[in-house]
């Protein structure tokens, strides 16, 4: 289970969001992620009813309720605008060889400017380890994403600790670049 929340913007225009990632056999994977916003609350869950199929219910201010179910790739990934969706790509992405590539599919949900649904592709080549000085010496796997939808694409470079946690991530597209990086509590740097 995966836990995950993030805070942006300033006060008074704060956003909250937050995420809950079940992942685990293919069978019993869910997501729950809200958000709390200016404009209003929302509330959207996805979950496998079996290896192809996932059912999807939102409820966002402002938009009537979704309710629908998808066919889907056996692998596809859930997603969120929250770096840790990719924390479940660890299982496809830990077997890459320095210089090789994989797509996976990935069906999430998008805040900006407004909720949607998104089916994008992510064509995924790992690259050279990076070393992080900072914490005792670990290595860090290093991968370039291209990520395609309907209605665009962007370019990105995913950073993966040995427990397959996203320590950063940066990507650039139509709108500008975007920058996010995990933040380790002291105690774990010593």
């Keep these: 289970m995966i836990f995950a929340r993030s ?53 966002v201010r402002g938009q009537e309720e979704i309710q ?24 496809s992405l830990r077997s890459l060889a320095v210089g090789q590539r994989t797509t996976l599919q990935m069906i999430r949900f ?5 909720f949607e649904i998104v089916e994008a592709n992510l064509n995924i080549e790992r690259k050279d380890d990076v070393d992080k000085k900072e914490a005792n010496g670990k290595v860090l796997r290093r991968y370039t994403i291209k990520d395609t939808r309907r209605n665009g694409s ?25 920058q996010t990086k995990l933040i380790e509590p002291f105690s774990t740097l010593r």
């Design 154 to 178: 962007y370019e990105g470079a995913l950073i993966m600790d040995e427990q397959g946690r996203p320590t950063s991530f940066e990507s650039a597209g139509q709108m500008g670049s975007f």
């Design 7 to 59: 805070v942006v913007n300033a006060p008074p225009r704060t956003d909250v969001f937050s995420m809950r990632l079940q992942i685990g056999p293919s069978q019993s994977e869910s997501m729950l992620f809200e958000s709390d916003r200016l404009e209003g609350r929302g509330k959207a869950e996805m979950w496998r009813e079996n290896l192809r199929t996932i059912g999807i219910k939102a409820k």
């Design 68 to 91: 629908l179910k998808k066919s889907i790739a056996e692998d596809a990934l859930f997603g969120c605008p929250l770096i840790s969706t990719y924390v479940a790509a660890n299982n």
């Design 110 to 114: 998008e805040v900006d400017p407004e």
